[in-house]
């Protein structure tokens, strides 16, 4: 081992590739989606056949779905550096349209827990749904956030009681990425809110099920071309095969683990789109500078806003660094839980910055919607990176308890 | 590949510098601010465990260990006291500009008397900055002109680390009036040399320990084979000032480092209302940005020396100029690190006073030293400023403009 940042050919090679196409492809269409409310069926489709072309999995989640990664060992994800190369290539496609990025069909942010907790026969089950899209575009999606508890994962009220062969699930996530559109949601009950985190389990539930129903498809700031949905749960009956993980594996507190251990995972990922959005910010504002820079103008026009553009770059580039050091541990197969959210805590407020920034310094242009024109979408689609996937004050509370080990909590 | 892990050898060299801070550097910092100065036997200790060489390149006499290796040392060494890093003997910032300025033979000879035996004792100094701005012109006020065969120094330099200890100093100053920071040029001027006057010693906010003068050049007369930095090539000094600060801004993450790590110490410890001040989340929260600060700042500063490294500027023996495109990200690297670097610092320091509440504000603890030194070190080698101006012109596709870049009386003086 030596300290190194230059990528591998494979990483370098896939980064151009999706870095033209969301130049050439995704950029034209993106404020038509935004408008729409989402990203026409074909356009996923090509999406879906290449990234089965370059042998990787472009959507959520590193490598979650394609079966080739889901049974890879942790030498083989080590060496092929599986969670740095998914970072890479989010970036990348999140610098194109982060609306489109979270649209992408697979397991989506329902693939880590699946592979980090479900049983061999369960990751066969729900996993090998994605294996052949090439008909029917499939979506899994995760459920955790519930109307009365959002940052405090420990405060589910969703019910989940046993009876027979089944278990019966009540009560209502919000929030949830595709949602609507998934043909099964991980969904995070608990048998008696009294026992905490150890009262938690986590099931698939596939779409059509008894007593599953969505309700309103939620209209946002940004992320428009994004499905945000509703999910209530009446009495719905769900099979025991469907409790993740198998009923044994839920006598420590392993399903609020389970939770937790995701974010390992997807914070870094989150923290890579949030990047993406900020770096396309910075990239427009740079090249909107230089095409109106005139050397006859006064230098200390120029020397402020050149400290400006100065100050998102190194903002982006050290949230950059902080989110490739959180993935290298995880592909090193170390704990990276401080890491991961510190950032997502540092991506979150750069690309804000980055965004807020760059408006400002292209002027009242930097306002105007157009097609080639999209500071002020990426404006409305970062602030949600800050609040998502744990606000920036909960990155803040983890990062702390792991440097305070007495801290338990506040 | 990217990877975040030294080798066994790196790791090696920085185990025994965290040692030596630890055990030398740290228990002493007081003794060595009220001393101004590290006594002899620290600087043997460090001379003997190679640390002035490490990065040189083996031809000039260093170990060529290149400069991933050399920030690995910073930083240890500033977690232990930052102002030892900059107080240490050796060649230094004078060593640096030799071999980029001048060229590798030259290098060779003036690094030479820091090798072996008794080179602990001996310093050397870069003359760059000045207090007098040049009103009528852009560049420096000092002037060097033809002599005969040779050239005769005129003025007064400021903002000189060893200043006052330095066995051989490089003068920087206007060779050709017209060109302005194109014309500068630099001079190798030994401390005995007729007309050199060294200046008193400066009192200063903080890094007490390093000594910062200045000389003054009265009609100063040297041969011609004293000049380097033919041609006044500002791109290759904005290289060799951002080498200096890449240094400076491992020293940086040192500082914050023990800054942060003695202040979460005291969060931990400190109670209030019934309980460790830390558990509150006022507190805490401050906590974990100062640690993302040292985390990402480290990161940047190696993937910044990676490159340095990768571009060999990192040996002081470039293969390509500055306008070469990765020569240019490199430089941005650097400038990013440096900036984000000397800010997170700073903020380190300010912190750790503000949680140590009133007690920080007592010499009893050392927290208002760092807080001091982190002052004093954004004003070493290139402030943030400079450095996000290069960033700046990198991005927009501009050249270099010296003018913004280099430290200078018009824009922002520094410490060298």
């Known amino acids: 081992m030596t300290i190194e940042f230059s990528l591998s050919t494979r990483q370098r090679e896939m980064q151009a590739m999706i870095h033209q196409f969301a130049e050439a492809i995704i950029r034209p269409e993106a404020l038509k989606w935004d408008r729409a409310h989402e990203v026409p069926h074909e356009f996923l489709r090509r999406i879906v056949m290449m990234s089965q072309t370059m042998g990787t999995s472009v959507a959520m989640g590193p490598g979650a779905g394609d079966p080739k990664v889901t049974e890879m060992d942790a030498e083989t994800r080590k060496k092929r550096q599986v969670a740095l190369t998914t970072i890479i290539s989010a970036e990348e496609l999140s610098w194109g349209d982060a609306g489109l990025l979270l649209c992408v069909p697979g397991p989506g942010l329902g693939g880590p827990p699946v592979r980090a907790s479900g049983t061999p026969e369960q990751k066969k089950r729900f996993f090998s749904i994605f294996d052949d899209m090439s008909t029917e575009l499939r979506w899994g999606a995760y459920a955790l956030t519930e109307p009365g508890a959002g940052s405090d994962v420990a405060g589910i009220r969703t019910s989940c009681r046993k009876d027979g062969k089944d278990w019966v699930i009540n009560g209502r996530k919000c929030f949830i990425t595709n949602g609507a559109r998934a043909s099964w949601n991980v969904v995070f009950a608990t048998i008696d809110p009294a026992l905490g985190r150890g009262g938690h389990r986590a099931f698939v539930v596939e779409k059509g099920t008894p007593g599953f129903s969505v309700g309103k498809i939620e209209d946002k700031m940004g992320l428009r071309a994004s499905e945000t949905a509703e999910l209530v749960f009446e009495d719905c009956r769900v099979p025991e095969e469907n409790l993740l993980g198998g009923e044994a594996s839920y006598t420590t507190k392993q399903g609020f683990m389970t939770a937790m251990k995701t974010f390992d995972n997807t914070r870094p990922l989150v923290a890579a789109m949030a990047i993406g959005i900020g770096r396309a910010a910075y990239d427009y504002a740079v090249d909107f500078v230089k095409k109106h820079y005139v050397l006859s103008r006064p230098i200390p026009r120029y020397a402020a806003l050149a400290e400006r553009l100065a100050r998102v770059g190194r903002g982006l580039a050290a949230a950059r660094m902080a989110t490739w050091h959180a993935a290298w541990l995880a592909d090193q197969g170390e704990p990276n839980a401080k890491e991961a959210s510190s950032c997502k805590a540092m991506a979150g407020l750069a690309s804000i910055r980055a965004c807020i920034d760059a408006i400002e310094i292209c002027g009242a242009e930097g306002s105007i919607a157009a097609e080639h024109q999209l500071l002020e979408k990426w404006f409305r689609d970062i602030k949600v990176y800050d609040i998502f996937e744990g606000t920036g004050q909960i990155q803040r509370i983890v990062v702390s308890k792991r440097l305070m080990p007495d801290l338990k909590s506040f | ?416």
């Open chain 2, 1 to 416: 590949m990217i990877s975040f892990e030294p080798t066994d050898d790196q790791k090696m060299v920085r185990d025994s510098v965290a040692q030596f801070a630890e055990r030398t550097l740290r228990p002493r910092i007081r003794e060595f601010e009220r001393e101004r100065c590290l006594p002899d036997d620290v600087l043997q200790a460090a001379h003997a465990m190679g640390l002035p060489l490490a990065a040189f390149p083996e031809a000039v006499g260093g170990s060529g260990l290149g400069v991933v290796t050399q920030v690995l040392i910073e930083e240890e060494l500033a977690y232990g006291d930052p102002a030892a890093a900059f107080a240490l003997s050796g060649p230094g910032a004078y060593g640096w500009a030799a071999l980029l300025l001048g060229g590798p033979e030259l290098g060779k000879r003036l690094i030479a008397p820091f090798v072996g035996d008794g080179g602990h004792t001996r310093f050397g100094a870069v003359a760059w900055g000045e207090r007098q701005v040049s009103r009528d012109r852009p560049g420096m006020v000092t002037t060097a002109e033809r002599a005969g065969a040779g050239w005769k120094l005129r003025g007064e330099k400021s903002y000189v680390l060893h200043a006052d200890r330095a066995a051989s100093f490089i003068v920087f100053a206007q060779v050709d009036a017209a060109k302005g920071w194109e014309g500068i040029g630099a001079f190798v001027v030994p401390r005995d040399a007729k007309g050199l006057r060294v200046l008193p010693r400066l009192d200063t906010l903080g890094l007490d320990a390093a000594s910062f003068g200045g000389i003054a050049l009265d009609d100063v007369e040297v041969a011609d084979d004293a000049r380097l930095l033919h041609g006044g090539d500002a791109q290759r000094l904005v290289s060799f000032f951002a080498t200096q600060a890449l240094l400076v801004s491992a020293r940086a993450v040192g500082l914050a480092r023990a800054a942060f790590e003695t202040t979460r110490d005291y969060c931990e410890q400190r109670k209030a209302f019934g309980k460790p001040i830390g558990h509150f989340q006022a507190i805490a929260f401050t906590l974990a940005d100062r640690s993302m600060d040292v985390e990402a700042a480290r990161a940047m500063v190696w993937r910044a020396a990676f490159h340095w490294d990768a571009v060999g500027h990192g040996a002081g023996t470039p293969a390509s100029s500055e306008s070469n495109a990765e020569v240019r990200a490199a430089l941005q690297r650097i400038a990013w690190a440096v900036s984000f670097t000397l800010e997170a610092a700073m903020r380190a320091g300010d912190d750790a006073v503000q949680l140590h509440g009133g007690s920080g504000f007592m010499r009893d603890y050392p927290v208002e030293k760092w807080m001091r030194d982190a002052k004093q070190l954004q004003l070493c080698a290139m402030t943030a400023e400079h450095a996000d101006q290069l960033a700046a012109l990198i991005a927009l596709d501009r050249p270099i403009d010296a003018a913004l870049v280099l430290p200078s009386a018009e824009s922002q003086n520094v410490f060298l």
